[in-house]
């Protein structure tokens, strides 16, 4: 098993280019799909139970907070750039683990990670 395999477990939202599901489940990840055309609402349930780290292009997802979802990687990545999606992806796993209650935006071989929106009373 690689040594970028630790417990962490994937939810790929459906904008998301299978290639890296693909990638990700060959590096032994647990990865998976929601159903298809979930709305946002089950699929950051499907997240916040399973503990799965959301990856999406759908910057909806910014504004859930740690309560309704566990977290989020936002691609910031051209859909038809396969290979920075992957090198850039690689990249965040390396440097980053601690994705509970983040989100993480992920741009060509860079990322910044901010806590998840939480509303103010």
Do not use: C
Request: net charge positive.
């Amino acid at each position: 098993m690689s040594s970028l395999t630790p417990n962490h477990k994937f939810l790929l939202d459906e904008n998301v280019k299978r290639v890296l599901f693909r990638h990700l489940a060959s590096k032994e990840f647990d990865v998976k799909i929601p159903p298809k055309s979930a709305k946002d609402t089950v699929v950051a349930k499907i997240s916040k139970q399973e503990k799965r780290i959301l990856v999406t292009n759908d910057s909806d997802f910014q504004w859930y907070d740690k309560d309704q979802i566990h977290s989020v990687i936002l691609l910031n990545i051209p859909q038809n750039d396969t290979k920075s999606l992957i090198s850039s992806f690689e990249k965040l796993l390396k440097e980053f683990n601690n994705f509970r209650g983040r989100i993480v935006l992920l741009e060509v071989n860079r990322w910044q990670d901010f806590p998840l929106w939480k509303e103010v009373s």
